[in-house]
């Protein structure tokens, strides 16, 4: 798999380790981190565009891929499209032509759900929508599941796409892929002020990192399933509100900030996971209380190391 060194992938990692599949992990430590990569693992120190990449998936040559490496921050993707779609479609082609060449049949994707479908009057919103992706990160992550879908009609194989949706939990770095919890726990953790953009009444579908763990693990198991299906909980939940949680779990009592709002930045995202349900047999189980818990109480442990 690739990206298995970073956040969601490194949790993806550990739940096909117990799930008893042999892993193999493509990652170029850009953001990943090598400790989170299990000794049960194997780990490839290699980039996506690195010529590299052909050896590595002809040696290994998988039953399954499963791509969850991509350029994930919105800001930059803004600042630096070229660099996003560097990474994250002419990166997927590099695997994908890897695949071919490897004879691999089967790859899993993971997608964007807010970033592709922008803001929609449609919620929860549900895959057939119309895509309006309204940033570079949106548009090259939806140009990769166009690419997967023309490997799959071109080599007989077959390709899942998860479009997931606002992910969060332990081994976020509130620095790197920047989600808004992570940033917001590791701020009131040490004493500092958050800032909400704009009036904080902006909502997200916040899914748990355990979850989408589960549901790829699903994916992987599902030899048959194909095609897009969206991952989240179909819950809305606020800034401000999010906000208000975590001040209380952490046992702080002042308010947020407010700064000026995003320009361009989506006013509302929540996503239906019907298909997941009927396809894969998947639906979240972490509330978000829960969930909330778990990661502050990450986030305090590393503060203690």
Not at 18 to 28: F, I, L, Y
Not at 38 to 60: F, I, N, T
Not at 274 to 294: F, N, V, Y
Request: charge should be neutral; include cysteine.
């Amino acid at each position: 798999m690739t990206g298995g060194a970073g956040f969601i992938g490194s949790h993806v990692v550990d739940r096909l380790l117990a799930d008893g599949h042999s892993v193999e992990v493509v990652d170029n430590l850009a953001t990943g981190r090598r400790e989170r990569v299990p000794s049960a693992a194997r780990l490839h120190v290699c980039d996506l565009r690195d010529v590299r990449l052909d050896a590595v998936v002809a040696a290994v040559r998988p039953e399954i891929v499963v791509h969850v490496a991509a350029q994930a921050a919105v800001s930059r993707s803004v600042g630096d499209p070229h660099f996003d779609a560097s990474v994250n479609v002419l990166g997927t082609i590099a695997l994908l032509e890897a695949c071919r060449r490897a004879g691999v049949r089967r790859a899993v994707y993971t997608s964007t759900g807010g970033a592709a479908y922008g803001d929609t009057s449609v919620l929860p919103t549900p895959e057939d929508h119309p895509l309006r992706p309204a940033s570079p990160y949106g548009v090259s992550k939806v140009t990769a599941e166009r690419y997967l879908e023309c490997w799959a009609g071109l080599t007989g194989g077959r390709g899942l796409t998860l479009r997931l949706a606002n992910v969060y939990g332990p081994r976020q770095d509130p620095a790197g892929e920047a989600g808004v919890i992570a940033i917001f726990t590791s701020r009131l953790l040490a004493g500092a002020s958050c800032v909400v953009n704009g009036d904080g009444e902006q909502t997200r579908d916040y899914v748990y990192v355990g979850d989408v763990a589960d549901a790829v693990a699903r994916a992987v198991a599902s030899a048959d399933a194909t095609g897009i299906a969206n991952i989240g909980t179909g819950a809305e939940t606020t800034v401000n509100e999010l906000y208000r949680r975590l001040a209380r779990l952490i046992g702080v009592n002042r308010g947020a900030e407010h700064g000026p709002a995003k320009p361009g930045e989506q006013r509302r995202s929540l996503l239906d996971a019907a298909r997941a349900r009927s396809l894969l047999g998947w639906r979240p189980s972490t509330p978000l209380d829960e969930g909330l818990t778990q990661t502050v109480a990450w986030f305090r442990k590393e503060v203690r190391a």
